[in-house]
């Protein structure tokens, strides 16, 4: 261990000495040797929990909402729904591999949206008593059978592109 030693000369005659030790560099309780400091900011006057809550709660709405709307729907509009909504999804998916632009955020909310209409299917075939395994047969057939449209998002392009066109043939006319 270390000191240190200073003295200190007064105007009297006897001087004095005054001896610390350092504190070691790396003690044995603790490695932190500096000063902790805690900032809170308050940006927002709703607690946390009650903020986190009232978020969901409306997350929550919007998802029933949706589902009660899907509810709604008869059991082959669903299925041409979900038809539509991969068709849908392979478009952005393409959009994404060319580097156009896009909304990431469409991704999830396809997926989602795909997956709750698929959900209340089962829950249908569930009620008529359709057990796991004859649904997963009638799902393949169901696959088989479904023909190879444009997606309503090709469509929409298509549809933008001819206007777009029949725009400027009127301007050089």
């Given at each position: 261990m270390?000191?240190?030693?200073?003295?200190?000369?007064?105007?009297?005659?006897?001087?004095?000495t005054l001896s610390f030790s350092p504190k070691p560099l790396f003690p044995s309780k603790s490695s932190f040797n500096g000063i902790h400091?805690?900032?809170?900011h308050n940006?927002?006057?709703?607690?946390?929990?009650?903020?986190?809550?009232?978020v969901s709660v409306v997350m929550m709405a919007k998802r029933e909402q949706e589902m009660e709307e899907i509810r709604k729907l008869s059991t082959e509009k669903?299925?041409?729904e979900v038809v539509d909504l991969k068709g849908d999804l392979l478009m952005l998916r393409?959009?994404?591999?060319?580097?156009?632009?896009?909304?990431?955020?469409?991704?999830?909310?396809?997926?989602?949206?795909?997956?709750?209409?698929?959900?209340?299917?089962?829950?249908?075939?569930?009620?008529?008593?359709?057990?796991?395994?004859?649904?997963?047969?009638?799902?393949?057939?169901?696959?088989?059978?479904?023909?190879?449209?444009?997606s309503p998002l090709l469509i929409k392009l298509r549809e933008e592109e001819a206007a777009a066109e029949a725009a400027e043939a009127e301007n050089a006319a």
């Open positions: 270390l000191s240190l030693t200073f003295s200190i000369a007064s105007s009297s005659s006897s001087s004095s400091l805690r900032l809170r940006v927002c006057s709703i607690p946390l929990t009650q903020r986190s809550a009232s669903i299925n041409e393409l959009q994404k591999s060319a580097r156009n632009e896009f909304k990431s955020s469409e991704f999830s909310r396809m997926r989602k949206r795909i997956a709750r209409m698929l959900t209340v299917k089962r829950e249908r075939e569930l009620e008529e008593g359709i057990n796991k395994r004859l649904s997963r047969k009638l799902d393949k057939k169901w696959k088989k059978s479904i023909v190879v449209r444009p």
